[in-house]
């Protein structure tokens, strides 16, 4: 069953990788290799698919300096048509929507493959600037357009820690079309525990099915990155933060971190019976963080009760077999 | 070696049982009978230490209703004197001190065999009434009278979630003092997980040596339980809130969220290197949450590294071979 079919389905134990494609200063041809490469890396990973994130200026959003430079991007959705022809799977392709005319979301919607294309639309923060569309008018121009092009919406555990109503957003995501959701990247298991719970109980209580959610993990090879997750609004708790801090080696630190906290959500959503699925994001340019993405992705991917995908290969080969860029 | 020298000497993996005395209105009969009770219950666990909790009536410090209503209960030391004279390890007497005049607590301290007893010692909340004696002068007291019998004092993970100075406070306890913490009843593993680590660190970069930390856990055999706990301070995290209001056994869903709660603090102590206890309290009059207290101790005992103990059981019986009071 495709993807598209299997989230239909509220199905479950998915395994999905997310990058960021290249900055919007390479050429073609390398932005081509990097695509290359990226398949190459991904292909033994059997993924469910391929998530491309949408990266906003979020400078607005936060007072504080940015502690790494803010560089665009090539439109994912170009990134994936033009690029990653040979991919096999479903891409995921994210659209910040504040960044988009309403007419230009439109006619990018016509153009898609539901059965090659699902989509994850982000609002803008309340903090942002005056958005050229609004996450409600995407979600209604999405309705009355191309309803069959799956539809995801983002789950943030942090802000239901401040405000404890953000299954009451997710619920009302899913009301507007959502079918899956993906969280931000989770350091803080028990937020995102605290949200599922809510969310899965609320789902209950209204006679709901709950639909998956997607939980994001990422690893941390420095103090730096570190600084940047706090930076986006990430919880790192203080134990984890001290751990990657004193550690001889931070991304082996973050690695461990990350693969307790995706069994822990795994163990405590199966018992739930909430759908989920598991999304590991690469969005380093560092060799021995995009190694260490991939052998999570991997880790996690062999844990998961996954079923059997077709047309891919049940051997993953050695990392060291994997070509890097 | 005894209690009181391995917690001199920073020893870890400490199982320690901790009971409220009876009520001050039963007969000196029926104490002596609960007292009786309690010991052939609790003698299989061999333990390190009985705690014995001084029960001060905290209503001032929460101006919602109590959900069980305060009951003055025996003075610990008394019951510990009078009572549990066949007990065969130290006991550990909370005191909370401003319910004491100086020269009672001088008095108190003067006669204790050091061998035999170590105490704790609670000061008042910021909310409470004028106390009789604040924790600075009973430390000082202490430290005039009689510093070798071993003083611990209380850890609040819930506080460093919200000032982040928990960890001072043990620090500044510790110079006062102090040679081991018990902790509030855990029930939110990051919130100690965070202060365990705060303070480790801080021990490490001021060339102290970090002393045991006792954690505390319980189980929750009702919802009006969970409301207690959350009237006294405890963080229950939502998520567990959630399953405890669903589960359709309370009682075994909190018995398997301590148990899962103490394995994480375990193994995040031996990684850390930072000495630690167990202590497993029984609060309850139900004899449903007692069996279950108990049997939680045995389990957390029998995966502690433990120091072989002179004179008791290695077997332990099981839980229906303990009688009841």
Same sequence: chains 1, 2.
């Avoid at 005319?101 to 989509?119: F, H, K, M, N, S």
């Avoid at 639309?121 to 979600?139: E, I, N, W």
């Avoid at 999570?296 to 049940?314: D, K, M, N, V, Y």
Wanted: charged residues 25%; aromatic residues 8%.
């Amino acid at each position: 069953m495709d993807l598209a079919h299997r989230i239909a389905a509220r199905g479950s134990e998915l395994l999905f990788f997310a990058v960021t494609p290249p900055r919007d200063t390479v050429t073609q041809e390398r932005a081509q290799e990097i695509a290359e490469v990226t398949q190459k890396r991904l292909a033994a990973l059997g993924l469910d698919g391929l998530v491309l994130y949408d990266i906003d200026d979020e400078s607005d959003r936060n007072p504080e300096e940015r502690p790494f430079p803010f560089l665009p991007t090539i439109d994912p959705a170009a990134f994936g048509t033009e690029h990653l022809r040979d991919w096999s799977t479903p891409v995921v392709v994210y659209r910040a929507v504040r960044k988009y005319a309403e007419r230009d979301l439109a006619a990018w919607l016509e153009e898609q493959d539901a059965a090659r294309v699902l989509t994850v639309f982000v609002g803008a923060s309340s903090h942002q600037r005056q958005p050229s569309t609004t996450l409600a008018r995407a979600q209604d121009l999405w309705a009355r357009t191309r309803p069959d092009v799956v539809l995801g919406g983002v789950a943030i555990p942090e802000r239901h820690t401040q405000r404890v109503d953000e299954h009451l957003r997710l619920i009302a995501k899913q009301e507007a079309g959502c079918s899956f959701f993906v969280t931000q990247v989770v350091y803080d298991v028990n937020a995102a525990k605290d949200l599922v719970s809510d969310y899965h109980a609320e789902c209950t209580a209204r006679g709901l099915d709950p639909v998956p959610i997607v939980f994001t993990f990422s690893v941390c090879g420095s103090l730096r990155t570190l600084e940047f997750l706090a930076w986006l609004g990430v919880a790192v708790p203080r134990w984890i933060q001290n751990d990657l801090r004193h550690a001889d080696d931070t991304l082996q630190a973050s690695y461990e971190h990350s693969l307790a906290a995706a069994r822990e959500l795994i163990a405590y959503c199966r018992h739930l019976g909430v759908p989920f699925g598991i999304n590991v994001e690469s969005v380093s340019i560092r060799r021995a963080e995009i190694d260490a993405s991939v052998e999570l992705a991997r880790q996690i991917g062999q844990e998961l009760h996954r079923e059997p995908l077709l047309g891919t290969s049940p051997q993953t080969p050695p990392i060291s077999d994997i070509m890097s860029f």
